[in-house]
């Protein structure tokens, strides 16, 4: 027998029950909640934010998403739309810098099941760092993919990463100072509107 070792998987096995059954949307729930490292949100801007995904398919898997609880980009307004670009843009800088990738796939789940996604009613982009060569035997033929980071490393270091980005406020620089060991709010982006 094959086994796999990987161990950042306990804190699946040993997470609060109540996080098992979010009342509500999660994107919409998450956002409110008071600490946002408990919460996976790594940065904020006026109309979006950035969230690591539970379940990511590489290390630094992110998503952006809309506050407003929307399944249509076309509800979005024209600022909130350009927000959510520039968002994205800002998460792939900080992928860059936290992580080197090689490039990054990004997408959205439309439709639902049919598109493999898991939350269709409320829109939100994925961004997937990836590496050359970073597909290996066990996704092709174990049908098993090994993530080498737990989420707890992964936000400290995209946390340190969005507050070094030119549009971190000087208060989210100097929060990421504080708590650098253990930042527990998102850094907040001002895009300058």
Known sequence: MEQVFAPWRIE????????????????????????????????RSEHAFVILNNYPYNPGHVM???????GEWGDLTDA????????????????DAAFHPDGVNAGENLGGD??????????????????????????VIGG????????????????????SLPAATDEARSEHEDDADAPTRAVRLDFGD
């Open 12 to 43: 699946w096995v040993e997470r609060d029950p109540e996080e098992k059954n979010v009342e509500g949307c999660p994107f919409c729930v998450l956002p409110e909640r008071e600490d946002d490292r408990e919460s996976r949100i790594v940065a």
């Open 64 to 70: 952006i998403v809309p506050y407003r609880h929307t």
């Open 80 to 95: 909130e739309l350009l927000d959510h670009a520039r968002l994205k843009v800002a998460a792939i800088d900080a992928l």
């Open 114 to 139: 049919a598109a493999g996604g898991s939350i269709d009613d409320h829109v939100h982009t994925h961004l997937v760092p990836r590496w050359s060569g970073d597909t290996n035997f066990m996704p």
């Open 144 to 163: 098993t993919k090994v993530i080498v980071e737990a989420l707890e490393e992964t936000y400290d270091r995209l946390h340190g990463a969005f507050a």
